[in-house]
């Protein structure tokens, strides 16, 4: 089954206007015409059935005949990753992450991140295509913040639980997994690991350790693995 996304404004029911790449993939890759069948996500929790009454180049119109809603699968898991160095990288972890189910993706600069630009589109666009891929019907929220400190500052109302993955720590508390809440905040230092005024930070909004075992592993690695692990808990 291929899925299709729409944003949510699009969805005028029973009417869903499907427009710009996503419609020429429909209509020149894949070759739909009027009457075909088409499933469409809104990437906040519901898929739409449907079938094509208009179809041209740049713009789809579908009828909708049933839709389905999915609840939000618990905890609610916000990955934060230190910037990686390498793009391809980057974007991997972003696609693998939305497989797994994370909640929102945002990137910081750590203080031993290295300087560069990011493409904030094409991160947008990989976790759209991989929610598509793995048929989930949540878009994570990507963003991105000028340091750790501004992270947990935005986040700090929000009650949420912070992990973060430090090989540095020296702890393992990980035996207390049945504490955490439902709002989780994973947090991932760059390639170069955490400062030591980011360690002092984290210590104090009392931020939880949490082994990944005794290798060291590339942050996009831990990344994929610890949404996983808390996402996909049972």
Do not use: W
């Amino acid at each position: 089954m291929n899925l299709f996304y729409t944003p949510p404004e699009n969805i005028q029911l029973p009417d869903i206007y499907i427009s710009g790449q996503e419609a020429v993939h429909i209509s020149k890759v894949l070759r739909h015409a009027a009457g075909d069948s088409l499933h469409v996500t809104d990437g906040e929790g519901r898929k739409f059935s449907g079938t094509i009454n208009q179809i041209s180049k740049n713009n789809v119109k579908l009828k909708s005949e049933k839709v389905v809603t999915e609840e939000r699968e618990k905890p609610y898991v916000v990955l934060c990753i230190g910037l990686i160095k390498k793009r391809d990288r980057l974007e991997f972890a972003i696609e693998k992450a939305t497989e797994v189910g994370a909640d929102e993706i945002v990137i910081f600069r750590g203080e031993h991140s290295q300087k560069q630009n990011v493409r904030f589109d094409r991160l947008q666009s990989t976790a759209l295509s991989a929610m598509k891929q793995s048929l989930r019907l949540y878009l994570p929220k990507i963003g991105m913040v000028s340091s750790l400190k501004m992270l947990v500052e935005q986040k700090k109302e929000e009650r949420q639980t912070l992990i973060v993955a430090d090989e540095m720590s020296g702890e393992n508390p990980n035996s207390s997994d049945e504490k955490i809440d439902e709002n989780i905040l994973l947090i991932l230092g760059p390639e170069g690991g955490f400062s030591d005024n980011e360690r002092a930070l984290l210590k104090n909004y009392s931020a939880i350790p949490y082994s990944l075992g005794n290798k060291r592993l590339r942050t996009e690695t831990a990344a994929i693995l610890m949404a996983d692990r808390f996402k996909n808990r049972v």
